[in-house]
């Protein structure tokens, strides 16, 4: 769009044995190069061919994930707040 904004995909090990990868979604603005907020916290590693991030319009992110059962979180209303929309699709196949 724009590229006033920037989403994107954090994959972080914990490095413990017992603690396991932990995933998440961010919009960044690159405007002043600020972390606007983070929007969707995913169980685990998570590969790009899982996840696709897409901008519909300037402040419209669509997120789209094949594995509903990695979602730990997902907090639209954080961006909402901002003048940011999120939509949520699901990916039946890849």
Do not use: H
């Not at 989403?7 to 044995?17: R, T």
């Not at 169980?43 to 997120?63: C, M």
């Not at 509903?68 to 003048?83: C, D, H, T, V």
Request: hydrophobic share 35%.
């Amino acid at each position: 769009m724009d590229g006033s904004l920037t989403a994107e995909i954090i994959v972080k090990d914990c490095g413990g044995a017992t603690t396991d990868f932990f995933s998440f979604v961010r919009v960044l603005d690159n405007t002043n190069n600020d972390v606007i907020d983070r929007v969707f916290n995913l169980r685990g590693k998570i590969s790009e061919s899982d996840i696709e991030l897409k901008w519909i319009e300037n402040k419209k992110l669509e997120i789209s994930i094949n594995d509903l059962n990695s979602i730990a979180s997902y907090e639209p209303k954080k961006l909402k707040s901002k003048g940011l929309e999120v939509q949520l699709t699901y990916l039946k196949s890849m």
